[in-house]
């Protein structure tokens, strides 16, 4: 049981460049998530998807894009990377419900130069 | 809207000593309230929460929290502080019925040996 996994661990690009970012959990959750983690800004979150099939923006959406594959995989997509993009990305996931929490991936730290 | 936060950036305690980490939250339905941990580039894990019931949580690690509906208050507490305790804390709050998770900017704890 690995979890919320997270591909890649680490990533420089340059500006303009595109990447996508890929998370996969299995514990058989509906929800998933994408955060960025910023210093002084805490966890802001880009894209949720509530189940397979659905996603919706988040407070910071812009310049990013999604796709929840199937059930256990949900991925970000950067179309062409700028500076201010470098940051800390987490993937997470947890059980549809208000109650439930969050279990989170390692994160991928992404420079852009 | 939806909105938490955690009014101090970094807080000291000698280890054997009781910790509090404060936080307090605004919702306008039910609040649903999360602690998370932090460690050093890693990803989040979670603590505790409160959904409903007795107003003191209980969690892992010995941390427990107190929800205080009249002062909107879900502070963070540990009878004895370790030196292993020293991470980054986030508090999270979910407002009834809604689906995204909103995240303090977080608190450094430093446990002084």
Partial sequence: ?113 | AQSVAQPEDQVNVAEGNPLTVKCTYSVSGNPYLFWYVQYPNRGLQFLLKYITGDNLVKGSYGFEAEFNKSQTSFHLKKPSALVSDSALYFCAVRDGGYQKVTFGIGTKLQVIP
């Fill in chain 1, 1 to 113: 049981n690995a979890g919320v996994t997270q591909t890649p661990k680490f990533q420089v690009l340059k500006t303009g460049q595109s990447m996508t970012l890929q998370c996969a959990q299995d514990m058989n959750h509906n929800s998933m998530y994408w955060y960025r983690q910023d210093p002084g800004m805490g966890l802001r979150l880009i894209y949720y998807s509530a189940s397979e099939g659905t996603t919706d923006k988040g407070e910071v959406p812009n310049g990013y894009n999604v796709s929840r594959l199937n059930k256990r995989e949900f991925s970000l997509r950067l179309e062409s990377a700028a500076p201010s993009q470098t940051s800390v990305y987490f993937c997470a996931s947890s059980e549809t419900g208000t109650g439930y929490e969050q279990y989170f991936g390692p994160g991928t730290r992404l420079t852009v130069t």
